[in-house]
């Protein structure tokens, strides 16, 4: 397996190779509901040092490299735990997201986890997105609270017919609500997708922080995806047929953790931007912001 890989990112591999050969084809068995897509002779599954089957993502200057999820999912829940890039990331995102396969550019959804990369000792942003009907630029911006790059953390997407929730370790950080005469995803059938690429033109303080190739092969680590379907109230068929009125998915939202965590965390919002909307006309999703 490592023999397909370019040199670039072979130059890294010593730490895991001894793995590589004894495990390469029961953790890809293993890690069944994903499947690599783009730069597959740049990534790789492994078992980590706790046992748990983990797909390398691996970034140099040629190109990056991606996966999908093999099932599609209309509502649900979606956590993947990830360790982000070491050191110098300048210029790379990270992503995980949810967008359809077979449905327009110009009038697709998406739900988007990225995590811009900065300069060694400067914090990653965590930047989130909802595109509705092709429209995205709903961005709302994060800092996080520990080191994403020492360990292991699971960053999860709550998608139901009146929420999107984005949570990292369990804490809520954003939730996009449904609002009456708003677009909002509820039938476009999703994968989840993660990717690790290069975007130096934009990612790190407005693209003035460039990639440091000399840096490279870059590596972000994906592990534990796990997607549960979206449960109705007793006696409704799916998600989808929750009357209106119905609270089932106002339930357990920790109104509380997230309110702390916007007003520590987060840098920047659309619904604040006074430049997109100095003449008034805030979308009413930014009610609650």
């Known amino acids: 397996m490592a023999a397909l890989l370019p040199s670039s990112c072979v130059r890294c591999l010593p730490v895991v190779a001894w793995l590589l050969v004894a495990v390469a084809v ?48 209309l509502y649900g829940r ?6 982000l890039i070491e050191k110098d990331s300048a210029g790379t995102v990270t992503t995980l997201y949810l967008m359809p396969d077979d449905v327009p550019w110009d009038c697709h959804d998406e739900v988007d986890f990225e995590f811009l990369g900065n300069s060694t000792g400067e914090p990653y942003t965590v930047h989130t997105n909802v ?3 092709g429209v995205g630029r709903r961005v709302q911006q994060f800092r996080l609270w ?30 996009f609500k449904r609002a009456a005469g ?25 693209g003035r922080v460039k990639t440091d190739w000399s840096q490279a092969p870059f590596y972000a680590y994906y592990r534990n995806f796990n997607a549960t379907p979206c449960s109705p109230s007793p006696g409704v068929a799916w998600c989808g047929d929750e009357p209106p009125e119905s609270t089932r998915f106002d339930e357990g939202i920790d109104a509380a953790a997230l309110q702390r ?11 604040w931007d ?5 003449d008034g006309g805030r979308p009413s999703e930014c009610a609650s912001c």
């Open 182 to 206: 708003e677009p909002f995803p509820t039938w476009q059938r999703m994968r989840l997708y993660g990717t690790l690429w290069n975007a130096d033109d934009w990612a790190t303080q407005g």
């Open 261 to 271: 965590t916007r007003e520590q965390y987060m840098i920047y919002s659309y619904c």
């Open 131 to 133: 595109f509705v009907n």
């Open 274 to 278: 006074q430049n997109r909307f100095k």
């Open 26 to 73: 029961t953790a890809v068995a293993s890690y069944e509901d994903i499947e690599q897509t783009w730069g597959k002779e740049h990534s790789f599954f492994f078992m980590d040092g706790d046992g748990d089957p983990t797909l390398a993502l691996c970034l140099d200057e040629t190109r990056g490299s991606g996966f999908q999820s093999k099932q599609k999912f």
């Open 146 to 175: 520990f080191d994403p790059t020492a360990g292991y953390h699971t960053y999860s997407i709550i998608w139901n017919p009146k929420h999107i929730i984005f949570l990292v370790d369990g804490v809520p950080i954003r939730d």
């Open 78 to 83: 979606f956590d993947m735990d990830i360790k």
